[in-house]
């Protein structure tokens, strides 16, 4: 994993929450949140919280009396995210999921939404959540699925690989889709000492506007836009437009349906 696939500062929180919020991560972190509608009070943990998606779905849902602490290694991304919730309940830390600074069984969950791809060290990432995990609580995450099962976010990855044929970004394939082996992920999360391992797959669809939203998210609002910028930093313009019309060419240039795939991990401490 390079230096920059992890880097979210600048202008990407931003367009991030702007573009990909609705685009991407609202349906999933609403199913996220119905998962733990069963946490009546206590304490949980985010971890990768970047700018509060799943944070809020899950104060949304869940009783005050329970304790959400949302952590990002990215103080950017929590900056944006206390603009959009104060709660008493809801806490913000910078924190790293490999190292987190809690004492042993301290939540009764820990959540992570499309974060564990982005661990340098997804061994290290699971046995800090078991830690931190009071007996019989759980482990919640997901992944995306296949690119193949994720139509614009292929598009799009193929529509900037071609932009620079000798020398391609590979961000998208590389880091948000290349984690979707379901014996791969349960044999790592047992690896790291969970005994309980439950995967689903959870299909969503959103409706962007138009093929320009996705373009704009996916190109400037995530760590391809490095990619993009180290190779070409006066070309992020073109080659998000090009993705557009990559896009365009699939889906119309109105209103269309993302059809989305992921798998939910569910282990159990």
Not at 63 to 75: G, H, K, M, R, Y
Not at 134 to 155: E, H, T, Y
Not at 243 to 257: D, H, I, K, N, Y
């Amino acid at each position: 994993m390079s230096a920059t696939d992890s880097a979210f500062k600048g202008s990407i929180p931003a367009v991030y929450e702007q573009y990909l919020g609705p685009l991407l991560f609202e349906p999933f972190a609403e199913d996220m949140a119905r998962r733990l509608g069963d946490v009546a009070q206590g304490r949980i943990l985010e971890t990768a919280a970047g700018t509060g998606i799943v944070t809020r779905a899950l104060a949304k849902a869940l009783p005050a009396q329970v304790e959400i602490t949302a952590t990002d290694l990215n103080q950017a991304m929590l900056d944006l995210a206390r603009t959009r919730l104060q709660a008493s309940n809801v806490h913000w830390m910078q924190a790293d999921a490999q190292a987190l600074p809690f004492e042993d069984a301290s939540f009764d969950a820990v959540v992570c939404q499309f974060g564990v791809m982005f661990f340098p060290d997804r061994l290290t990432g699971y046995r800090e959540a078991l830690r931190v995990l009071k007996p019989g609580g759980r482990l919640l995450f997901n992944v995306w699925n296949a690119l193949d099962l994720n139509p614009v976010s292929r598009i799009v990855s193929e529509s900037v690989a071609r932009a620079f044929p000798e020398d391609p970004p590979r961000f998208i394939e590389r880091v948000p889709f290349g984690y979707f082996d379901p014996d791969r992920i349960r044999g790592e999360v047992q690896q790291a000492g969970f005994e309980s391992v439950e995967i689903e797959v959870v299909d969503k669809v959103s409706r962007p506007p138009s093929p320009r939203e996705p373009a704009i998210g996916l190109c400037q609002g995530t760590p391809l836009r490095a990619e993009i910028e180290a190779r070409a930093p006066d070309r992020i313009g073109e080659i998000t437009t090009s993705a557009e019309e990559a896009l365009s060419g699939r889906f119309g240039a109105s209103s269309f349906e993302n059809r989305m795939s992921a798998l939910v991990v569910t282990a159990w401490r």
